[in-house]
T-cell receptor, first 118, second 114 residues
Framework: GAGVSQSPSNKVTEKGKDVELRCDPISGHTALYWYRQRLGQGLEFLIYFQGNSAPDKSGLPSDRFSAERTGESVSTLTIQRTQQEDSAVYLC????????????????FGPGTRLTVL | GDSVTQMEGPVTLSEEAFLTINCTYTATGYPSLFWYVQYPGEGLQLLLKATKADDKGSNKGFEATYRKETTSFHLEKGSVQVSDSAVYFCALTSFSGGYNKLIFGAGTRLAVHP
């Protein structure tokens, strides 16, 4: 079946512009996560969605970053007034949720969006 | 807080050499442990996992054993291939607020030469 997809795969923008990154999770996965991977570093957690709500936004680095999810499916990560330090690969992942309401621990990742801020 | 430390790369090996990538962790509670792999130009893929102490995860010739006494989850493969060249990430789950947050190490790049 289809995996997690993300678009665009690459985005080059100028400092100060806003960007939107999109994630399509695996159908039926109610849990969705965004991560950031800076060059040569591990993944930083940004935000977790369960359905359309975001119980954990603790990883968003500043108020320039926001994310939403609609229809328990597509999610968009928006970065306003981009800065050069925002340059990174942004990864989305999804997972199933059990009947207990807890997300399963295995997450499936998309290919990422490489963002370059000039 | 919970964290993962893995050996720095790059690791460069000849084909058929033995591979070890060290991973240690700090966690409260009893996390699940994972190795993810990122092949060039592709997304992260789960390579193997272990959910409790002494469990051994294995896949594609790779294996790792959950060692609670040494808080380690070292990745091993007996004979690497050129196609194993990738970045390998060790990770653990930190359960809070009803979900499992994945916490990653910095990644280790493996380059295998013919």
């Amino acid at each position: 079946g289809a995996g997690v997809s993300q678009s665009p795969s690459n985005k080059v923008t100028e400092k100060g512009k806003d960007v939107e990154l999109r994630c399509d999770p695996i159908s039926g996965h109610t849990a969705l996560y965004w991560y950031r991977q800076r060059l040569g570093q591990g993944l930083e957690f940004l935000i977790y969605f369960q359905g359309n709500s975001a119980p954990d936004k603790s990883g968003l680095p500043s108020d320039r970053f926001s994310a939403e999810r609609t229809g328990e499916s597509v999610s968009t990560l928006t970065i306003q007034r981009t800065q050069q330090e925002d340059s990174a690969v942004y990864l989305c992942a999804s997972s199933r949720t059990g009947t207990s309401g807890y997300a399963f621990d295995e997450q499936f990742f998309g290919p990422g969006t490489r963002l370059t801020v000039l | 807080g919970d964290s993962v430390t893995q050996m720095e790369g790059p690791v460069t090996l000849s084909e058929e050499a033995f591979l070890t990538i060290n991973c240690t962790y700090t966690a409260t509670g009893y996390p699940s442990l994972f190795w993810y792999v990122q092949y060039p130009g592709e997304g992260l893929q789960l390579l193997l996992k272990a959910t409790k102490a002494d469990d051994k995860g294995s896949n594609k010739g790779f294996e790792a054993t959950y060692r609670k006494e040494t808080t380690s989850f070292h990745l091993e493969k007996g004979s690497v291939q050129v196609s194993d060249s990738a970045v390998y990430f060790c990770a653990l789950t930190s359960f809070s607020g009803g979900y499992n947050k994945l916490i990653f190490g910095a990644g280790t790049r493996l380059a295998v030469h013919p």
